[in-house]
C-alpha cells in the first residue's frame, strides 16, 4: 500500500522568505501525488497535483512541487511566502483505487 | 466549478440521538468519500462510494452509517455515538475517470458529541 511521510511538523519562517515543505512516498505502484492546504476551520484546498509528464508542477497562491523518482520525494516550495499561506499542508498520494492516503501535515507559520 | 456542499456546518448531539450528515455535489462524479480528521491530524478515511456502490469501509464502527442515495448525494448517518468520535466529517468527491483520482473536498461538518 502507498503511504507518504512529511518530515516536518512545524516550519515556521518569515515574511517574503523561501519555504519548502516535504514530502516522501513509498508504493510499489504507480502514484499520484498531491498537496493540500488547509486554513483554519475550513476543509482541504487542492494546490497541485503530480499525474505524470513534466515533474515540475505549478499549482496555485505560488506553490510549485517537484516530482523525484529516484529520491521518492514530491517537495512543495515558494520563492517568498505571506501571512496569508500560514495553514496546514498535507502531501497526499493515490493509485487507481481511489485510496488517498494523507501525511500527518506540515504547520506552516509565516511571521511578520 | 469544484464545489462539494456540506449540512450541516455545525452539529451538537447527544449519545442517544440519531441524526445524519449530508453531502452533494454536482460535478458529475462518480466517487464520493467520507473523511473524518481530529485536531491537528490528517484526515483519515473511512467510507468510498464508487458508482453509487460502497468500494471500501475502513473498519469503521456501525454506529456510523454511510448511504448514497445517488450519484450526486452521499449521507453519513450518525447513531449511538461517543464523545471520541466528535471531530471534523469531509466528504470529497473525485471524477472515478483514472484520471489520476484527484479528489475535491468540502468545507466539512463539525460533530461534538456529548
Known amino acids: 500500500a502507498q503511504s507518504v511521510t512529511q518530515l516536518d511538523s512545524q516550519v515556521p519562517v518569515f515574511e517574503e522568505a523561501p519555504v519548502e515543505l516535504r514530502c516522501n512516498y513509498s508504493?510499489?505502484?504507480?502514484?499520484?501525488l498531491f498537496w493540500y492546504v488547509q486554513y483554519p476551520n475550513q476543509g482541504l484546498q487542492l494546490l497541485l497535483k503530480y499525474l505524470s509528464g513534466s515533474t515540475l508542477v505549478k499549482g496555485i497562491n505560488g506553490f510549485e512541487a517537484e516530482f523525484n523518482k529516484s529520491q521518492t520525494s514530491f517537495h512543495l516550495r515558494k520563492p517568498s511566502v505571506h501571512i496569508s499561506d500560514t495553514a496546514e499542508y498535507f502531501c497526499?498520494?493515490?493509485?487507481?483505487?481511489?485510496?488517498?492516503?494523507f501525511g500527518a501535515g506540515t504547520r506552516l507559520t509565516v511571521k511578520p | 466549478d469544484t464545489e462539494v456542499t456540506q449540512t450541516p456546518k455545525h452539529l451538537v448531539m447527544g449519545m442517544t440521538n440519531k441524526k445524519s450528515l449530508k453531502c452533494e455535489q454536482h460535478?458529475?462524479?462518480?466517487?464520493m468519500y467520507w473523511y473524518k480528521q481530529k485536531a491537528k491530524k490528517p484526515p483519515e478515511l473511512m467510507f468510498v462510494y464508487s458508482y453509487e456502490k460502497l468500494s471500501i469501509n475502513e473498519s469503521v464502527p456501525s454506529r456510523f452509517s454511510p448511504e448514497c442515495p445517488n450519484s450526486s448525494l452521499l449521507n453519513l448517518h450518525l447513531h449511538a455515538l461517543q464523545p471520541e468520535d466528535s471531530a471534523l466529517y469531509l466528504c470529497?468527491?473525485?471524477?472515478?475517470?483514472?484520471?489520476?483520482?484527484?479528489?475535491?473536498f468540502g468545507e466539512g461538518s463539525w460533530l461534538t458529541v456529548v
Open positions: 470529497a468527491s473525485s471524477p472515478r475517470d483514472h484520471s489520476g483520482n484527484t479528489i475535491y
Open positions: 508504493s510499489s505502484v504507480s502514484v499520484y
Open positions: 497526499a498520494v493515490t493509485d487507481n483505487n481511489n485510496d488517498m492516503r
Open positions: 460535478m458529475g462524479h462518480r466517487a
